[in-house]
């Protein structure tokens, strides 16, 4: 799935979770200092990833994944292994 | 060897609780540590909880609890063949709690024990006590769940002192009205030992801890499974249910699993608003105050589910009394 798609897909999911802007979704942005995503939406956001993009997000991982871009490039890069 | 005569089914007959008398609100945890009413209100959707007094103990509680639910199902102390306790906050692990709650309500020389599972204490509990009923093995049970988890929690820890909280809530189990009436559903159980870590007290000079998330992953993906197993094992459609009474985990916890769950008629118990996480007690908490607010008619199909730490889990359908 290219880079574009799975940003706009997680755009989606943020919106529905945590009700954010999908102009306010950009690679650069922290989910929990510019999105004010807390910890619970992080894992409600996981869980719908992990559905919609079919890879696996563990806890330990979420942890790591500080913005946008670092989500998308998770993601990528986990479809790619599968 | 042989078994009594007539086996009848089981179901509850009254409803007892007790709530501290000390109300401690978000605004009065956020004058002692780095918090605030939103913060606590968004994460977990707790607004106030009740704290046990200094003297105050899980027995104390429990005895208030169920001496109310005792008084409520019209039956004397005799008539309790059994007494249990669901607790994981008793001070020290002997003596347990039963004996003592029945000896301070009068009930002279019932079987007596605690039921340790954790969050889920209450449900595994309720299994135990229509199972004494239905074996012949107890004609009543007293069953409280009674927790004072304040003991426990680090007051200066703002992940969990926001959260726990103290209180019991009891129900007298007794026979069913007629011979075919089955007034607690078969148990949908379970354990995940494995995920020990997630939540626990290590040792007696430690404090309640949790991964957070991790805990909200496994409650929000694998309890409605759970919840729509207890409700086929009672052949209740979810959608025939007349409320759906959780453990009282978190707000977003309870939302979570009710939306999977399907039954969109069913009142959720949402007791946790001012009750906060009361563990084992928090079931029969907010059946009680269903109960008394009248929310509920008598012979009302429930849904209880309980989880906690161990991993442990837990669900029936009940009828209201």
């Known amino acids: 799935m290219a880079n574009e798609e799975i940003r706009a897909g997680l755009a989606e999911i943020l919106e529905e979770v945590a009700g954010v802007l999908p102009g306010d979704v950009s690679e650069e942005k ?38 946008i871009g670092d989500a998308v490039g998770f993601i990528e890069k986990a479809q790619a292994a599968a | 060897m042989k078994t009594p005569a007539s086996v009848p089914g089981a ?16 605004h009065d945890l956020a004058a002692r540590m780095d918090t605030s009413d939103e913060w606590i209100r968004s994460r977990v959707g707790i607004a106030s909880r009740r704290f046990a007094g200094p003297n105050e103990s899980v027995v104390d509680m429990a005895v208030a609890a169920g001496g109310k639910a005792l008084a409520a199902s019209g039956l004397s102390a005799a008539d309790v063949d059994l007494v249990l306790v669901a607790t994981c906050t008793m001070p020290s692990p002997m003596p347990t709690a039963a004996p003592q709650v029945a000896s301070r309500l009068g009930i002279r020389a019932p079987g007596a024990y605690d039921v340790n599972a954790a969050c889920a204490g209450f449900c595994y509990g309720l299994s135990a006590a229509a199972s004494a009923v239905t074996t012949g093995a107890a004609r009543n049970v007293l069953l409280v769940g009674a927790e004072k988890l304040t003991d426990w929690v680090d007051p200066t820890d703002r992940s969990t002192a926001i959260i726990f909280a103290d209180g019991a809530g009891a129900v007298v189990v007794g026979p069913a009205a007629t011979p075919e009436e089955v007034g607690i559903g078969p148990v949908a159980w379970g354990s995940a030992g494995d995920r020990m870590d997630t939540i626990h007290i ?63 008629d069913a009142l959720v118990a949402t007791d946790i608003v001012d009750a906060g996480n009361t563990s084992s007690a928090s079931i029969p908490l907010a059946l009680a105050r269903m109960a008394q607010r009248g929310d509920l008619p008598s012979g009302a199909p429930v849904l209880l589910l309980g989880f906690g730490a161990g991993l442990t889990y837990a669900g029936q359908v009940v009828l209201t009394p």
Do not use: Y
């Open chain 1, 30 to 67: 922290s989910f929990t200092d510019d999105l004010d995503v807390d910890s619970l939406s992080m894992v409600e956001i996981a869980l719908a990833a992990e559905e919609r993009f079919g890879v696996k997000i563990p806890d330990d991982e979420l942890a790591n994944l500080r913005t």
């Open chain 2, 11 to 26: 179901r509850i007959l009254a409803l007892g609780e007790h709530r501290p008398a000390t109300v401690v609100t978000n």
């Open chain 2, 202 to 264: 290590k040792d007696r000079r430690s404090f309640l801890w949790q991964e957070g998330q991790a805990v909200f992953r496994w409650a929000t993906t694998a309890l409605a499974p759970v919840a729509l197993e207890a409700c086929e094992r009672a052949g209740i459609a979810p959608g025939e249910l007349a409320a759906f009474v959780p453990h009282q985990a978190n707000l977003r916890i309870i939302q979570a699993i009710a939306r999977t769950l399907g039954a969109p």
